[in-house]
């Protein structure tokens, strides 16, 4: 059972929105993979997540992926 780091409480496995500020725009990546405390809601991924939402990131800030706007942010879903 994994238990989270700051609390000590434990941690559910499920998917989340991450939003991530960029160039000030908000992207939200949707169905994000990760573990989140019970108690504190800090969110835990793995190392091939966390690569997976930088590479978002980048290409978002390169310009590459241009998702559609939303309200006032940018949604996408995590790439498989
Ligand atoms: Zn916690």
Do not use: S
Request: with cysteine.
């Amino acid at each position: 059972m994994k238990k989270c780091a700051i609390c000590g409480w434990k941690v559910k496995h499920k998917k989340v929105d991450i939003p991530a500020l960029l160039k000030n725009k908000l992207l939200m990546i949707r169905e994000v993979p990760a573990d989140v405390c019970c108690e504190c809601e800090e969110i835990y991924y793995t190392l091939e997540v966390a690569r997976k939402l930088e590479a978002i990131e980048d290409k978002f800030m390169q310009g590459t992926i241009k998702p559609a706007p939303l309200k006032n942010a940018y949604e996408l879903p995590l790439p498989a």
